[in-house]
């Protein structure tokens, strides 16, 4: 149990293996060992003792360097393997909350608190109606001293007052629409564990995404190979490998240089791994005890070619280094007293460690080819150790003496196809004005031609890639830019789409792309940082990527104000998911709870369906906010109008309008499901928008209008009087009286004609409003197609209509209502109709088409100086004169970084750099380059 550890005890692992109860450091045997839990990776790793001897052994441990040799808590031990009756070990270095697990929990369980814009808003709109009922408590208390009303009838007031104005109810009524999308996401195959996250969702404007498992199959094939005999390229073979060719050191290779392992007689490693292996043909096997007479070593894994008779030992493995883009091994064939080194890795890593006499002329113009259509590449090289070293020598070397002085052997070419779903989705986000990024750990070469043919980077768009260098003894750092060429690609559907925003690129720009690599984004980071910012703008691919590049990458974005979303399928990309506005993660392991949502869908197209739900939800949340924020107002007024003939509502008026209107209206107003595109306009951010305000203020002004007119025109009225006994269909209903037939207490417990006016005027409006706030299309389906909310609306509309129009005594006694003449029943019905009118006119002519022209106006302003033909045609509408004034005072300029950033850069003559040119450190400030 973990309870009974401490860091320095020794656990013996079981053969049949265990789930680790710590971080323990493996000094004795071979574990295989699926993490998945904590890195999303799904294929087993092996686990080598840490060294014993030689230079390894005397470097100070760290999790992070010794992780090939480290089991970390929560892991599965799948198998363990040790020899010549030794015990498999562990050393236990880490517990409970520190080992990587724990980080993984903690960050779980105590999550860096997030800001949700929504919610704070809604916090300063309720303080501003606070400030709202200390003027209503004022009045109240003047209207009441001045009546000479009863103390504690003027505390009862002022209290309602404080309760109408301030509805406490409204933050949680904003999370109705969240808990329907995440229902509706579910169905989607989407789960969510942070639900807050939906609606941040709905305002992405930039998606990272991976590429492996992501935008393409996660699974490669073998396109071919391509050996390197006496330092010249042979023809690329695409055939089975047979014949001659299985004898050659290129097929050992291939065979020998890998992490797998057996399990029940099934492989278990890498895929590509597993692809390479099954090419060859050969059998991987457990040692045995004849293996050990035969070899004259300890070693663990035997690979057997069945049609040559000969097998290969495995003697000593290097795993592979994402840090050092290799991996070799240490292998000795039957019968042969020589060791042999095998290494794979990264093209130019192999070539790099290769002799150069032995590395082909036409090395690069090679490898480029293949990279630039989109195959991954692997090398292979070789090197025969002297025959003198032992198995004892062999383990204390270390790995920078075992790979040295290699033989190059030629190429493996994998192909990887791109998913059949990603072109259409990477289509879509670019309609909707949604930027697409790709964050991968593939050749740069790869990156691009992937990007291209998916859609990414368009086919006549500059590609710009920044090659940047640390300093050294005799240069500081540098970037030169060296522009790519551009391909013919497959059709694929283009969408023109600026950078930044709308209107801040003109028809013209041709469009450019940066592409940087990992290494030179480290070395951008720390000494060009003027130019940070500059690349994030228009950067559309970053290669060769570390899981903490990732995660910095997308802060970076961030910091310029842009709303990230992250997409990978949780195999180092789990920093990166967690500290995105939202993160998908393509994958149902562990791993993805640190995401906070995942697809059980595993491709793309979750992504444009979680934009929709998020704006459908977002759009959700500011139609209730108005209906409920007019609500308070609409209420508050009516009982400030109601206070000055020393009048309230009643007690089943109130019941009935709060639960009628506050609760029942808006929980069916938000089911509207979510459109079925995206768009290119997205919805507003901010509660308190100068658009949102205006329309709930446009709206109170409008119902509190129609109030006052109903509450006067009935004092007009002929037949008005204080409030009497007044027959109504022939029955005498006594106002003094309540439901038990007692004498009422409360002298204002009574009828009055002010009173049923504006209960009748009040729930037609709260009715209208809601049905005008209910809007559907462009980010919502219409609310037609909403049902309950029809079926809500057509049972409150004909019940209201039937009580005012075909009064029931019965009704009008619970209700408090005084019976009035029914011309005036008709006269109410007139202006409620009036109202409805005015209230869509206001809300879907004025109000949409104002806000369309003053942004309209605003972008034009910003994206140039002068007036230009868009802005005159505008300026030729209804209103030119008010709206000029409005769009173009000051010439404010936009709100987010980025944008103001992309403003700026259209006036540099000097960006981008022109091609071949290199950029130094000392003089990044001024953007100054030399031409080379």
């Known amino acids: 149990m973990s309870t009974e550890l401490v860091p320095g005890d020794v656990i013996i692992i079981p053969s049949n293996g265990m789930i680790m109860p710590c971080d323990a450091v493996l000094v004795c045997g071979t574990c295989i060992v699926d993490e998945s839990m904590l890195t999303g990776e799904s294929v087993p790793a092996t686990k080598n003792s840490i060294p014993s001897s030689g230079e390894d052994a005397e470097r100070i441990y760290n999790t992070e360097e010794h992780k090939h040799h480290t089991l970390f808590c929560g892991s599965h031990v799948i198998q363990s393997r040790h020899f010549a009756g030794e015990l498999v070990k562990v050393f236990v270095v880490k517990t409970g909350f520190s080992t990587e697990k724990g980080q993984l929990v903690r960050s779980i369980l105590y999550?860096?608190?997030?800001?949700?814009?929504?919610?704070?808003?809604?916090i300063q709109f309720l303080m501003c109606m606070a400030v709202v009922a200390v003027i209503g408590i004022i009045y109240t208390i003047t209207i009441d001293v001045i009546n000479e009303v009863h103390f504690l009838d003027v505390i009862f007031d002022a209290s309602n007052i404080v309760f109408i104005a301030v509805p406490i109810f409204l933050p949680m009524t904003l999370t109705v629409g969240l808990v329907h999308a995440q229902r509706r996401l579910k169905q989607l195959g989407i789960f969510c564990i942070s639900p807050q996250r939906i609606n941040i969702s709905g305002q992405l404007n930039l998606v990272c995404f991976?590429?492996?498992?992501?935008?393409?199959?996660?699974?490669?094939?073998?396109?071919?190979?391509?050996?390197?005999?006496?330092?010249?390229?042979?023809?690329?073979?695409?055939?089975?490998?047979?014949?001659?060719?299985?004898?050659?050191?290129?097929v050992a290779c291939m065979a020998t240089c890998h992490s797998l392992t057996t399990i029940d007689g099934k492989l278990y490693g890498d895929p590509l791994d597993v692809k390479v292996f099954c090419a060859t043909g050969s059998i991987l096997g457990e040692a045995r005890e004849k293996h050990a007479e035969f070899f004259n070593l300890k070693n663990s894994t035997v690979v057997r070619f069945p049609e040559q008779s000969c097998e290969f030992g495995i003697v000593r493995q290097f795993p592979f280094s994402s840090a050092l883009q290799r991996m070799s091994v240490v292998v000795q064939q039957l019968g042969q007293k020589h060791l042999d080194v095998y290494l794979k890795g990264a093209p130019k890593t192999v070539a790099n460690l290769c002799n150069p006499h032995t590395v082909p002329q036409n090395f690069i113009e090679t490898l480029d080819t293949y990279t630039q259509r989109g195959f991954r590449v692997i090398a292979l090289a070789h090197h025969q150790l002297e025959s003198e070293l032992s198995w004892s020598k062999v383990q204390s070397l270390s790995r920078e003496q075992i790979e040295t002085n290699l033989d190059?052997?030629?190429?493996?070419?994998?192909?990887n196809k791109i998913k059949e779903q990603t072109p259409g989705v990477l289509f879509?986000?670019?309609?909707?004005?949604?930027?697409?990024?790709?964050?991968?750990?593939?050749?740069?070469?790869?990156?691009?031609?992937?990007?291209?043919?998916?859609?990414?980077?368009?086919?006549?768009?500059?590609?710009?890639?920044?090659?940047?260098?640390?300093?050294?003894?005799?240069?500081?750092?540098?970037?030169?830019?060296?522009?790519?060429?551009?391909?013919?690609?497959?059709?694929?559907?283009?969408?023109?789409?600026?950078?930044?925003?709308?209107?801040?690129?003109?028809?013209?720009?041709?469009?450019?792309?940066?592409?940087?690599?990992?290494?030179?984004?480290?070395?951008?980071?720390?000494?060009?940082?003027?130019?940070?910012?500059?690349?994030?703008?228009?950067?559309?691919?970053?290669?060769?990527?570390?899981?903490d590049q990732k995660t910095q990458l997308v802060q970076a974005l961030q910091s310029i104000e842009y709303i990230v979303g992250m997409c990978g399928d949780g195999a180092n990309d789990c920093g990166a998911l967690k500290k995105a506005h939202s993160g998908i993660a393509l994958s149902e392991l562990e791993a993805s709870v640190a995401s906070p949502f995942t697809s059980s869908i595993p491709n793309i197209s979750c992504v444009p369906n979680l934009i929709r739900e998020g704006r459908a939800a977002l759009v959700t949340s500011f139609c209730v906010f108005k209906s409920l924020a007019l609500f308070s107002l609409i209420l508050f007024f009516s009982t400030?109008?109601?206070?000055?003939?020393?009048?309230?509502?009643?007690?089943?008026?109130?019941?009935?309008?709060?639960?009628?209107?506050?609760?029942?209206?808006?929980?069916?107003?938000?089911?509207?499901?979510?459109?079925?595109?995206?768009?290119?306009?997205?919805?507003?951010?901010?509660?308190?928008?100068?658009?949102?305000?205006?329309?709930?203020?446009?709206?109170?002004?409008?119902?509190?209008?129609?109030?006052?007119?109903?509450?006067?025109?009935?004092?007009?009225?002929?037949?008005?009087?204080?409030?009497e006994s007044i027959a109504c269909n022939g029955s005498?209903?006594?106002?003094?009286?309540?439901?038990?037939?007692?004498?009422?207490?409360?002298?204002?417990?009574?009828?009055?004609?002010?009173?049923?006016?504006?209960?009748?005027?009040?729930?037609?409006?709260?009715?209208?409003?809601?049905?005008?706030?209910?809007?559907?299309?462009?980010?919502?389906?219409?609310?037609?197609?909403?049902?309950?909310?029809?079926?809500?609306?057509?049972?409150?509309?004909?019940?209201?209509?039937?009580?005012?129009?075909?009064?029931?005594?019965?009704?009008?006694?619970?209700?408090?209502?005084a019976?009035?003449?029914?011309?005036?029943?008709?006269?109410?019905?007139?202006?409620?109709?009036?109202?409805?009118?005015?209230?869509?006119?206001?809300?879907?002519?004025?109000?949409?088409?104002?806000?369309?022209?003053?942004k309209a106006n605003l972008g034009a302003n910003r994206s140039t100086s002068p007036p230009t033909a868009n802005t005159k045609m505008v300026n030729d509408h209804w209103g030119s004169a008010f709206l000029s004034w409005i769009s173009c005072r000051q010439n404010r300029p936009p709100k987010t970084m980025y944008k103001c950033l992309a403003l700026k850069l259209q006036d540099n003559a000097d960006w981008p750099p022109a091609p071949s040119t290199i950029t130094f450190a000392n003089s990044a400030q001024n953007h100054s380059s030399v031409a080379f």
């Not at 860096?112 to 809604?122: E, G, N, S, V």
């Not at 391509?226 to 001659?244: K, M, V, Y």
């Not at 008026?653 to 209206?665: P, S, T």
């Not at 006119?841 to 104002?850: F, K, R, V």
Request: net charge negative.
């Open 408 to 415: 190059f052997l030629g190429l493996i070419i994998m192909q």
């Open 732 to 817: 005498s209903l006594s106002n003094t009286y309540n439901l038990n037939g007692t004498e009422a207490e409360d002298a204002r417990n009574f009828k009055s004609f002010e009173n049923t006016s504006i209960f009748y005027v009040l729930c037609f409006q709260y009715l209208i409003v809601s049905i005008v706030f209910a809007k559907g299309k462009p980010f919502r389906q219409p609310s037609y197609k909403n049902w309950p909310f029809v079926l809500t609306c057509s049972i409150l509309f004909g019940f209201l209509s039937f009580i005012m129009l075909y009064p029931v005594p019965a009704i009008d006694n619970i209700f408090q209502i």
């Open 210 to 250: 991976d590429k492996t498992g992501t935008l393409t199959e996660d699974s490669l094939d073998l396109w071919g190979i391509q050996r390197a005999e006496d330092c010249i390229f042979s023809a690329p073979n695409t055939a089975e490998l047979t014949g001659s060719l299985m004898k050659t050191s290129f």
């Open 819 to 854: 019976c009035v003449p029914y011309d005036w029943r008709i006269t109410l019905l007139i202006i409620v109709l009036t109202h409805a009118v005015v209230s869509f006119t206001m809300e879907n002519l004025i109000h949409d088409t104002l806000w369309r022209i003053v």
């Open 428 to 547: 879509d986000l670019r309609q909707a004005n949604i930027r697409t990024l790709m964050v991968t750990g593939d050749n740069m070469l790869t990156a691009i031609y992937v990007a291209r043919d998916c859609g990414m980077i368009q086919a006549h768009d500059k590609v710009i890639i920044a090659d940047a260098v640390p300093p050294n003894d005799q240069n500081p750092a540098s970037i030169t830019w060296r522009y790519s060429e551009n391909p013919v690609l497959s059709n694929i559907p283009t969408a023109e789409i600026s950078f930044a925003g709308d209107g801040l690129h003109s028809d013209e720009d041709p469009g450019y792309h940066f592409v940087v690599s990992g290494q030179a984004f480290a070395v951008i980071t720390e000494y060009f940082p003027e130019l940070v910012q500059k690349l994030l703008l228009r950067a559309t691919v970053f290669a060769r990527m570390t899981p």
């Open 111 to 122: 999550p860096k608190p997030t800001i949700f814009k929504l919610h704070r808003d809604a």
């Open 640 to 723: 400030i109008v109601l206070y000055l003939v020393v009048d309230n509502f009643g007690d089943f008026q109130y019941i009935f309008i709060d639960f009628a209107f506050g609760l029942f209206v808006p929980f069916t107003m938000s089911l509207n499901p979510a459109w079925n595109t995206l768009v290119r306009r997205a919805p507003s951010t901010s509660l308190l928008s100068g658009q949102l305000l205006y329309s709930v203020l446009s709206q109170t002004l409008n119902c509190t209008f129609f109030q006052f007119l109903a509450f006067f025109l009935v004092q007009q009225q002929s037949w008005y009087q204080t409030p």
